[in-house]
């Protein structure tokens, strides 16, 4: 009796130990695993931050003016913003939501570079090497450039940076983790940019304006490079873009006009991968054209309405012959005060 009972118990044993083990080889979640070619290209769609920087940065700038009580904001953001205040909000256009959209895309293109190295580097797998490097520098350069100084090689290297990731991340708040110097992140967004552009293969995307294609990455190394004051480079780079005929890849305003009875159809136009003018489509949630549209919603601060109708839309110059612009102004003042 004895040894039945033993055997009993060491059955059970074994059982519980196997189930044990099956449960801690599940995967505790809906992760996906990254082994293959294929999910490799589609992890990269998130490699793109969905974020603009164009509200903060624009009503911090010189081209935003304080129009005047008589106009109200657009939220709380706007106001600090303009009077440089610490920014507590967490709204899409708020420093905070930037900063993890940026290195959330970051961990994308991280997570699809470890895969490739796990798979042994493929040739087949170049053009997804090539985006996902361009990826990492682009969302970098943008943080740089708002939570940064300019760059300056006089005083790169002792300006603070931000940090610079090149592995994913495995543990939350991870120690070793610094922001370095701008000249450091410099060195490692040219590092990628330079090692990513020649592994770039359009052929590989169904659309490639929705992807960094050649043309994109080559428009991004120039810009880059005109911010490290490499022009030299930003030269070579801006004339692989524009190629020897750039009056072919600039927007037809005029069969553009053509279609401003159709508002749908003209915003559609705009933004149409069709277009030679535009070199890559993503997209940016952000709340700038409530600000900066023709809606009549937060117009305290931004562009200065009564100097823009009164004075600079008075000037005929390249974008206005005085008339319908500053009607155009006249009637939105006119409509906002009637509303009061």
Same mark, same amino acid.
């Given at each position: ?17 196997? $189930?044990?083990? *099956? ?6 979640? *809906? ?29 911090? $700038? ?23 205040? *610490? ?6 256009? #708020? ?12 961990? $994308? ?16 797998? /170049? ?44 543990? =939350? ?30 052929? =590989?995307? %169904? ?14 190394? #120039?810009?880059? /490079? ?5 022009? *030299? ?19 037809? !305003?005029?069969?553009? %006009? ?19 003018? /535009? ?8 709340? !700038? ?34 008339? %319908? ?16």
């Amino acid at each position: 009796m004895n040894n039945i009972r033993t055997y009993i118990l060491l059955a059970g044993s074994l059982f519980a130990l196997a $189930s044990c083990n *099956d449960f801690l080889d599940t995967v505790p979640d *809906d992760r996906t695993e990254i082994d293959s070619e294929q999910k490799i290209t589609n992890i990269l769609v998130s490699a793109y931050p969905e974020v603009s920087t164009i509200l903060i940065s624009e009503l911090a $700038s010189d081209n935003a003016k304080d129009n005047g009580a008589l106009y109200d904001i657009y939220g709380q953001i706007q106001r600090d913003a303009y009077l440089w205040n *610490d920014m507590t909000s967490e709204d899409t256009d #708020a420093p905070k939501y930037i900063w993890d959209a940026h290195y959330n895309a970051i961990c $994308s293109a991280n997570q699809a570079l470890q895969a490739i190295e796990l798979m042994g580097n493929p040739e087949s797998l /170049n053009p997804q090497k090539g985006e996902a490097l361009l990826c990492r520098a682009y969302a970098h350069f943008q943080l740089a450039n708002l939570f940064c100084m300019p760059y300056n090689p006089q005083t790169a290297d002792r300006e603070l940076g931000i940090p610079y990731t090149t592995a994913p991340e495995t543990e =939350v708040m991870p120690d070793g983790i610094e922001r370095g110097t701008l000249s450091q992140v410099y060195e490692n967004i040219n590092k990628d940019i330079e090692e990513g552009l020649p592994l770039i293969n359009d052929e =590989v995307y %169904s659309v490639p304006k929705y992807h960094f294609n050649k043309r994109a990455s080559y428009a991004f190394a #120039a810009r880059f /490079n005109l911010y490290y004051l490499k022009f *030299d480079k930003a030269i070579e780079y801006a004339s692989t873009v524009l190629g020897d005929n750039p009056a072919n890849d600039v927007r037809n !305003w005029k069969s553009f %006009s053509e279609l401003a009875t159709d508002f749908e159809l003209r915003c559609n136009s705009y933004v149409a991968h069709t277009e030679p003018c /535009n070199l890559m489509l993503v997209t940016a949630q952000t709340s !700038w054209p409530y600000v900066h549209g023709p809606y009549g919603i937060g117009l305290r601060y931004g562009n200065a309405i009564t100097s823009c109708s009164m004075k600079s839309y008075r000037v005929r110059g390249v974008h206005t012959t005085n008339s %319908s612009c500053q009607t155009a102004f006249g009637d939105l003042n006119r409509n906002i005060l009637s509303q009061r």
